[in-house]
């Protein structure tokens, strides 16, 4: 205990998080589990395009955490290719760009991933109701929060 959980800023949240190869049967299927932020530091490097400082910087790690993201990323994906291994997409220790919050009394805000990491939210700013929950993100759309229209299901978020 005592070590607080990293948090790593992440940007986008993969729409499919699913991949099974074709024709293995699933009694030998095998998973690699990539985490959101090793998905994030896949997308940022191979598909942005923009240099590990960069990355690291977008994702509030140093540069050594960064390329070591990175490498273990590309391992787990050469793994599952090479293997046939099936590829999960899921957990890690990540917080979103921005997130957006709703009260019980249906007030709305939203809190920058530095606030968040710094003090997650425990009141509605409004109302002061403890009755708060995280909603999630809508996504894609490439946008901060600009077009912050309908926000497709709902996660229950704890303030640990
Ligand atoms: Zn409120």
Not at 115 to 127: E, G, H, K, S
Request: glycine content about 10%; hydrophobic content about 35%.
């Amino acid at each position: 205990m005592g070590r607080q959980p990293l948090f790593r800023r992440v940007d986008f949240l993969p729409q499919v998080t699913y991949f099974k190869p074709a024709g293995v049967p699933l009694v030998h299927l095998q998973e690699v589990r990539l985490s959101i932020e090793e998905a994030e530091a896949i997308r940022l490097k191979d598909i942005e395009g923009l240099e590990q400082d960069e990355c690291a910087q977008r994702m509030r790690v140093s540069r050594p955490t960064f390329t070591r993201i990175l490498q273990l990323a590309r391992q787990k994906l050469a793994d599952a290719l090479l293997n046939g291994k099936a590829i999960r997409i899921e957990g890690g220790n990540y917080e979103l760009a921005v997130r957006r919050f709703r009260c019980g009394n249906g007030h709305e805000w939203e809190l920058p991933f530095e606030v968040m990491i710094d003090q997650p939210p425990a009141l509605c700013p409004t109302c002061n109701t403890e009755e708060i929950m995280a909603l999630w993100p809508w996504r894609p759309g490439g946008g901060r929060s600009g077009g912050g229209r309908r926000h497709r299901g709902r996660h229950n978020w704890q303030t640990e």
